[in-house]
């Protein structure tokens, strides 16, 4: 599977929209981008994936470049409770390898 | 949907005892389960993929015979650690692949374990 390379923290202001950005210059072209986040001392949740087209949901939305060597994860309108670490993942077969993520952190 | 229900969500052991921990897919049938060991400030890391009906694959360096998996029906999989010791002490979080989320993964709430 891919290997992915996200900063290990960042800050964002409350209200306002979040990016985490991902580099996955190794994705083969059946690989999927997830995104993942874990808010302290709870299992992952699932917040979004991507082939290839931009995704949107009711959590966020997902831009993939054309060249799908990376992405950003948009948190339009972050609030307190989206403070968690936010793991970008290739996920190609079966095993689900997680990183470090990076650790996001919304201040009021 | 899709959600995974995993018990007990915090437990105390003495060094020598052993403790199981269960997850439960409680609305999709789940036949391959996940389980993930999580130390303070570290990321999640695999330890072994539990097969309904088959036996459990382990990752490097974990110890089959310490942590017995179990994954007797398609909603119900059981994590032992057998004989625990004070460095077993982890946050250990259980996950199932979901059909609908494009395969994506969904997550227990994690089983805080400390042996004292």
């Known amino acids: 599977d891919a290997k992915t390379t996200q900063p290990p923290s960042m800050d964002c202001a409350e209200g306002r929209a979040a990016n985490l950005p991902c580099n996955h210059s190794t994705i083969s072209g059946n690989e999927y981008v997830y995104w993942y986040r874990q808010i302290h001392s709870q299992g992952p949740q699932y917040i979004i994936h991507g082939l290839k087209n931009n995704e949107t949901n009711e959590m966020a939305s997902l831009i993939i470049t054309e060249d799908r060597k990376s992405s950003t994860l948009i948190l339009p309108h972050a609030t307190l409770r989206d403070t968690a670490v936010y793991y970008c993942i290739v996920q190609g077969a079966q095993k689900l390898v997680f990183g470090q993520g990076t650790r996001l952190t919304i201040n009021p | 949907g899709a959600v995974v229900s995993q018990h007990p969500s915090r437990v105390i052991c003495k060094s020598g005892t052993s403790v199981k921990i269960e997850c439960r897919s409680l609305d999709f049938q789940a036949t391959t389960m996940f389980w993930y060991r999580q130390f303070p400030k570290q990321s999640l890391m695999l330890m072994a993929t539990s097969n309904e009906g088959s036996k459990a694959t382990y990752e490097q360096g974990v110890e089959k015979d310490k942590f017995l998996i179990n994954h007797a029906s398609l909603t119900l999989s059981t994590l032992t650690v057998t004989s625990a010791h004070p460095e077993d002490s982890s946050f250990y979080i259980c996950?199932?692949?979901?059909?609908?989320w494009g395969y994506g993964y969904t997550f227990g709430s994690g089983t805080r374990l400390t042996v004292v």
């Open positions: 996950s199932a692949r979901v059909r609908e």
